[in-house]
Each structure stands twice: as structure tokens, then as C-alpha cells.
């Protein structure tokens, strides 16, 4: 049994195509906060309220002192990025110039010279010079910059979320507050009901 690699890739786009079709939907949470209806519970919100300023203030300041500690590390940092960048694109190239030579090699060498390729289907005879000349898989590459290094630096030396919007919560509803909590599809929606 012959099977030609064009029409597996063909197959195989079309199943893509389809389960592309049957996408899964996508929720969002939506949250409600319902303020107490007491004096003493808005009085209670407001110290929440200052907390929660003062927190996100202190949070900010050591982002802030964080991503100033790290720039002297940026400049190596991004010396050492534009190398691999540069080791990247030399081996993306030696393995597209690997890719050349098979393919060259398969159009000079295959049929009629050497060997025939049997029949696959209603295409005829398979121009395609073999199933193991496909370009060589190679993640895309983009060119470091200074932005980009210092921003992979913060991100992964730098704490931005200081847990105040969870401390604020449970001081909402410790003053008497509500917190509703809804989800709901804003994405390749289910029919209602």
C-alpha cells in the first residue's frame, strides 16, 4: 500500500481544519463588589480603601527599585542574547544549506535516473523527491533588543503583584461587603439553552 506524503499533508490539513471549526469556548469572570449599607461598613471600606493604596504604593516602589538594581546586568545581558542570536541564525542557516543539498541531491538522482517512484493516486507520479526532504523545523527567530532583555529581566527578578487586591477582598467582606462572582462566555459560545 503506497501513500504519498502531499496527500497525508493534505489529509492531515483538513483534519486540522475541521477540529479548527470545533473551537473551545472561552469564559471570563466577571466580580461584583456590593459595598455594606451601613455607616460603620462604608467607614470600614475607606480603611480598606487606604490599605490597599499603601500597598500597591510600597509594591510599585520595589518594582521600581528592583528594575534599577538590574541595569547594570542588562547591557551583559543583552551582549550575551545577540550571540545566541547569532549562533541561532548560523545553525538555521547550516541546516537550510543541509535542506538544499537533500533536495538538490533528490531532484538530480531520483527518477528516471536512478529509481522510479511508484504511482500514489489520482496525482500521478509523485514529483516530490521523497518523504524525508521537508525544510528543517526551526522555532522563529527575533532579534533581541535592549527593551525586550531588560523586560525578561524584570519579569523574572522583579515581583510586580504584592497580593493586594487579595488582602483588599477579604477586607471588603470583612466589613460587611459582598464580592459576586460571575462567569461567563465571551467565545465560541454554546447555544443557549
Known sequence: MF????????????????????????????????????????????????RKTACQADCQARYQACAKALEPQVEASYVEALQQYEQDLRGYAASLRHFETQLYFGWTHGYPYSYGYP???????????????????YPELVMPTRQSV????????????????????????????QILRETVCIKNCPPAK
Open 119 to 137: 504511482y500514489y493516486g489520482f496525482y500521478g507520479w509523485n514529483a516530490w523527491p521523497g518523504p524525508y526532504f521537508f525544510p528543517p523545523a
Open 3 to 50: 501513500f504519498s506524503v502531499p496527500n497525508f499533508s493534505f489529509a492531515a490539513l483538513i483534519l486540522l481544519g475541521v477540529l479548527g471549526g470545533c473551537a473551545t469556548p472561552v469564559y471570563q469572570t466577571n466580580v461584583h463588589l456590593i459595598p455594606p449599607a451601613d455607616a460603620a461598613g462604608r467607614a470600614c471600606l475607606q480603611d480598606c480603601e487606604s
Open 150 to 177: 531588560r523586560a525578561q529581566l524584570e519579569n523574572s527578578a522583579c515581583q510586580a503583584d504584592c497580593g493586594c487586591l487579595p488582602a483588599y477582598d477579604s477586607c471588603f467582606v470583612g466589613c460587611g461587603g
